[in-house]
């Protein structure tokens, strides 16, 4: 299994949130809670998570903390384990690829 990153955790967040309604708004509701229960994990107890739904008229900017690399994720391996290098990488082929699981690989056409 590959060790993880924020950015390949993130990115498959956000890719089954968009294919699975119950889980999205159990993420909204409580999204440490919903990350644990639905990819069998338990993340450190001093990590906080917020979710927050943008629309039309709103839109959000997440600023990188100063000084720090944030929560320390590289310990988690598993379920989450995803074939792209990044969240820009999985967001571009997201709307190719055939995958229509929970898992951001690369496609049979794909690189």
């Known amino acids: 299994m590959s060790t993880l990153n924020r950015?390949?955790?993130?990115?498959?967040i956000v890719k089954k949130s968009l294919k699975d309604s119950a889980?999205?708004?159990s993420l909204i509701a409580n999204p440490k809670a919903a990350?644990?229960?639905?990819?069998?994990?338990?993340l450190p107890a001093?990590?906080?998570?917020?979710?927050y739904e943008e629309t039309a008229?709103?839109?959000?900017?997440v600023l990188p903390a100063t000084g720090s690399t944030g929560a320390?994720?590289?310990?988690?391996?598993?379920s989450v384990a995803m074939g792209w290098g990044s969240?820009?990488?999985?967001?571009?082929?997201?709307?190719?690829?055939?995958?229509?699981?929970t898992t951001c690989q690369p496609g049979p056409t794909e690189e």
Request: glycine share 8%; charged share 20%; with cysteine.
């Open 57 to 61: 008229d709103i839109f959000n900017i």
């Open 23 to 25: 889980f999205r708004q």
């Open 35 to 42: 990350i644990e229960k639905s990819y069998g994990i338990t």
């Open 87 to 101: 969240a820009a990488e999985c967001f571009a082929e997201c709307t190719q690829c055939g995958n229509n699981d």
């Open 7 to 12: 950015a390949t955790i993130e990115a498959q």
């Open 46 to 51: 001093d990590v906080k998570i917020n979710v």
């Open 72 to 78: 320390d994720l590289s310990g988690l391996t598993g």
